[in-house]
């Protein structure tokens, strides 16, 4: 049962932590800084991350109608996908701690590199992953600092 519902179950975790992430992003004090505030970024993660936990969700329940859990082969890919959402969670609850211990920067270029890793284990293009961690972060954080005047942790890198 668990083989065949985990990927449902793991997505409704999502869902739920997403909401809930969400409603916490209504916390965080708006300054008159900027128009856009500082909770422009976490609502569009949280946005986006129900979203797609969404479209998750209702791409298992398609594949339970059409699949068929006869094989091995069958068994291993779910098992493996379960295992890379669990992954994925841990992956953003590490990121969420240490976002403002170490930063945004290297945060994000550490949860990118990660994330890579989890979904493409291949070994020839770690240095592709890691440039695209790199410069993605970087447009990040410039983008935000120089369009929306938003402030992100800066972490060690002070």
Do not use: H, W
């Amino acid at each position: 049962m668990i083989e065949k519902y985990g990927d449902i179950i793991l997505s409704c975790i999502f869902i739920i932590i997403s909401i809930i992430y969400y409603f916490e992003t209504l916390k965080i004090k708006v300054l008159e800084i900027s128009k856009y505030g500082a909770q422009l970024n976490p609502k569009i993660v949280a946005l986006l991350l129900i979203t797609i936990s969404i479209g998750i969700f209702i791409g298992n329940i398609k594949k339970i109608k059409i699949m068929n859990f006869d094989t091995k082969q069958d068994k291993k890919e779910s098992k493996i996908n379960s295992i890379k959402v669990i992954l994925t969670l841990l992956a953003i609850f590490v990121y969420i701690f240490l976002l403002e211990k170490i930063g945004f920067i290297i945060a994000t270029i550490l949860y990118l590199f990660i994330q890579f890793n989890i979904f493409y284990k291949d070994s020839k293009k770690i240095i592709l992953y890691l440039a695209i961690s790199i410069i993605t972060s970087f447009l990040i954080y410039y983008t935000f600092q120089k369009y929306f005047s938003l402030m992100l942790p800066r972490g060690i890198l002070g």
